[in-house]
């Protein structure tokens, strides 16, 4: 069964370093969201993207964090500098197209000393 | 903006009991409703979705409902098993092409 593949599964990183988390869509998926989960609250979204367009990246700190999906396929989220309240777990989930549901990967668990 | 709840935040129960889980959501106005469950440190797996127009999906030992007029869903879980420890989310999806908007959760422990 096909599965959204995610790396690194854990990161621990210090404060003030870049990060960069990958993700591997379901084959053929055009829809590609990034969540962040902190621990005890639900997944919020961060950004969504359509093919190699985004969709939407209202709640993305734009200050820190930038997300590319540049071939429509896999994509990757970075986060430079990290700060201590990124300790989270960031989910990536794809959808056939927009209307349909969401598969989520096993996400990366990223902890800032 | 809508908000979704989950009551209770936790519950233990003994094996075999039947339970429900709830979910509230503050617009009614919804595309869809999942339900997903989460192990601890994993990723989610969708357990239901239902859509607008649907009442009610069922999967196994689950069922979902969905009243859309009163903002509310839940989830029946029959014969429970300590396998079915884990947490689990609910969310819903205001309009076709946009994010799920999550619950905290309801964690959940069965115990032999």
């Known amino acids: 069964e096909a599965e959204v593949a995610q790396s690194p599964r854990y990161k621990i990183t210090e404060k003030s370093q870049a990060v960069a988390f990958w993700c591997d869509p379901i084959?053929?998926?055009?829809?590609l969201y990034w969540y962040r989960q902190i621990l005890g609250q639900g997944p919020e979204l961060l950004v969504q993207?359509?093919?190699?367009?985004?969709?939407?990246d209202s709640q993305l700190p734009k200050d820190r964090f930038s997300a590319e999906r540049l071939k429509g396929v896999d994509s990757t989220l970075k986060i430079q500098p990290a700060e201590l309240g990124d300790s989270a777990m960031y989910l990536c989930?794809?959808?056939?197209?927009?209307?349909?549901?969401?598969?989520f990967g096993p996400g990366t668990r990223l902890t800032v000393t | 903006k809508q908000e979704v709840t989950q009551i209770p935040a936790a519950l233990s129960v003994p094996e075999g009991e039947n339970l429900v889980l709830n979910c509230s959501f503050t617009?009614?106005?919804?595309?869809?409703l999942q339900w997903f469950r989460q192990d601890p440190g994993k990723g989610l797996t969708s357990l239901l979705l239902?859509?607008?127009?649907?009442r009610e999906q069922t999967s196994g030992r689950l069922n979902a409902s969905l009243d859309k007029s009163s903002g509310r869903s839940t989830l029946y879980i029959a014969a429970s098993q300590p396998g079915d420890s884990a947490t689990y989310l609910c969310?819903?999806?205001?309009?076709?092409?946009?994010?799920?908007?999550f619950g905290k959760g309801t964690t959940l422990s069965v115990s032999s």
């Open positions: 989930a794809s959808s056939l197209n927009r209307r349909y549901e969401q598969y």
């Open positions: 617009d009614s106005a919804i595309y869809n």
């Open positions: 239902i859509q607008s127009s649907q």
């Open positions: 969310a819903v999806r205001h309009q076709a092409g946009t994010a799920l908007i």
């Open positions: 084959s053929g998926h055009a829809t």
């Open positions: 993207f359509q093919d190699e367009s985004v969709v939407d």
